[in-house]
């Protein structure tokens, strides 16, 4: 009974830290977000990445589709796209492309302030994501391009409901998804807890050990790469907060890890959702995969040529 109480309050104590350090960082940055999207932030971010979508093979509309999902979540981004006529005419590669764009960068405003109280600073992170995306996705059309593959008219399987964009329909929308990431919480933390009693932890790290090398990313983050990657940045960076804030990982994995979530997350929800737009498994999956693992395996062979001081005035916080 004692070690059953015992393992209560550890639990409850985690959980109270992750949601604390969470929800301290996404309440300020969400409203935020919404009053520079009433003064049409949102707007004058299309127009600046509208020129750019040029280089991925998409029209400019797309630019706003892109600053949407930015600024706020793939979900908004969705949303905006199936407001464009021009996405009527687009092909499924085309789509691919567009998909890889979002996936890569979105959410940033909450994300890249996860990243910085993990102890990355936002110049690297906003760089890697928006200057990665946009590198994948002209990688995406060159490949598709020259191959000729995908180049059929894309084909809409679902279409969204319509939205309430009242002031009281968007607090309503956000105290449900506060609600669900609590509860992804308290279920996560349980369930790390309970794996790690059981030895599952430690037999993750050896089957996951020679990945790891590859990458360049230390034994201490595999757990919460793997929470971030399958379940969300949110999600395995507050689990990053938590472990850096207590000493146990090094900056330099820090940093490697965050890396790779911020181009590979929640692998099963956001691809699930791109593939609603019509976008081919082939680059939103596989492709992503084998661009973020060359990526960050060359960043952490980087980072190792650099001096501690080059890190902590460029990469990491103090």
Request: glycine share 10%.
């Given at each position: 009974?004692?070690?059953i109480?015992?393992?209560l309050?550890?639990?409850?104590?985690?959980?109270?830290?992750?949601?604390f350090?969470?929800?301290k960082?996404?309440?300020?940055?969400?409203?935020a977000?919404?009053?520079?999207?009433?003064?049409?932030?949102?707007?004058?971010?299309?127009?600046?990445?509208?020129?750019?979508?040029?280089?991925?093979?998409l029209?400019?509309?797309?630019?706003?589709?892109?600053?949407?999902?930015m600024a706020?979540?793939?979900?908004a981004?969705?949303?905006?796209?199936?407001?464009?006529?021009?996405?009527?005419?687009?092909?499924v590669?085309?789509?691919?492309?567009?998909?890889?764009?979002?996936?890569?960068?979105?959410?940033?405003?909450?994300?890249?302030?996860?990243a910085?109280?993990?102890?990355?600073?936002?110049?690297p992170?906003?760089?890697?994501r928006?200057?990665?995306?946009?590198?994948?996705?002209?990688?995406?059309h060159?490949?598709?391009?020259q191959?000729?593959w995908?180049?059929?008219?894309?084909e809409?399987?679902?279409?969204?409901?319509?939205v309430?964009?009242?002031l009281?329909?968007?607090?309503?929308m956000?105290?449900?998804?506060?609600?669900?990431?609590?509860?992804?919480?308290?279920?996560?933390?349980?369930?790390?807890?309970i794996?790690?009693?059981?030895?599952v932890?430690?037999?993750?790290?050896w089957?996951?050990?020679?990945?790891?090398?590859?990458?360049g990313?230390?034994?201490?983050?595999?757990?919460?790469?793997?929470?971030?990657?399958?379940?969300?940045?949110s999600f395995g960076?507050g689990?990053?907060?938590k472990?850096?804030?207590?000493?146990?990982?090094?900056?330099?994995?820090?940093?490697?890890?965050?890396?790779?979530l911020?181009?590979c997350?929640?692998?099963?929800e956001?691809?699930?959702l791109?593939?609603?737009?019509?976008?081919?498994?082939?680059?939103?999956?596989?492709?992503?995969?084998?661009?973020?693992?060359?990526?960050?395996?060359l960043?952490?062979?980087w980072?190792?040529?650099?001096?501690?001081?080059?890190?902590?005035?460029?990469?990491?916080?103090?």
């Amino acid at each position: 009974m004692a070690a059953i109480q015992q393992f209560l309050r550890e639990l409850f104590v985690e959980i109270r830290t992750v949601s604390f350090t969470l929800f301290k960082i996404m309440i300020p940055v969400i409203i935020a977000v919404k009053v520079l999207e009433l003064l049409g932030g949102v707007e004058l971010l299309g127009q600046v990445l509208g020129p750019l979508m040029g280089l991925v093979g998409l029209p400019e509309s797309m630019g706003l589709v892109w600053a949407a999902t930015m600024a706020s979540n793939i979900y908004a981004g969705m949303v905006v796209f199936f407001t464009q006529p021009q996405q009527e005419a687009l092909t499924v590669a085309q789509v691919t492309v567009l998909a890889g764009l979002m996936l890569m960068a979105h959410g940033l405003p909450i994300e890249a302030r996860i990243a910085q109280k993990a102890g990355v600073r936002l110049g690297p992170t906003l760089l890697l994501r928006i200057g990665g995306g946009l590198l994948f996705g002209w990688l995406l059309h060159l490949i598709y391009g020259q191959g000729g593959w995908l180049a059929q008219p894309n084909e809409l399987i679902w279409r969204p409901e319509a939205v309430d964009t009242s002031l009281s329909g968007w607090l309503l929308m956000q105290a449900k998804s506060l609600l669900m990431v609590q509860l992804v919480i308290v279920a996560l933390l349980t369930a790390l807890k309970i794996l790690r009693l059981l030895g599952v932890e430690r037999l993750m790290f050896w089957l996951l050990q020679p990945l790891l090398k590859l990458l360049g990313i230390g034994h201490q983050a595999t757990t919460i790469t793997i929470v971030g990657v399958t379940l969300g940045l949110s999600f395995g960076g507050g689990l990053l907060i938590k472990e850096a804030q207590a000493g146990h990982i090094s900056k330099r994995d820090i940093f490697a890890s965050m890396a790779f979530l911020g181009l590979c997350h929640s692998l099963i929800e956001d691809t699930l959702l791109v593939m609603l737009l019509g976008a081919h498994l082939s680059g939103i999956l596989w492709a992503r995969l084998a661009f973020t693992l060359l990526v960050i395996a060359l960043i952490t062979r980087w980072m190792d040529c650099r001096s501690d001081a080059f890190h902590q005035r460029f990469l990491v916080n103090r």
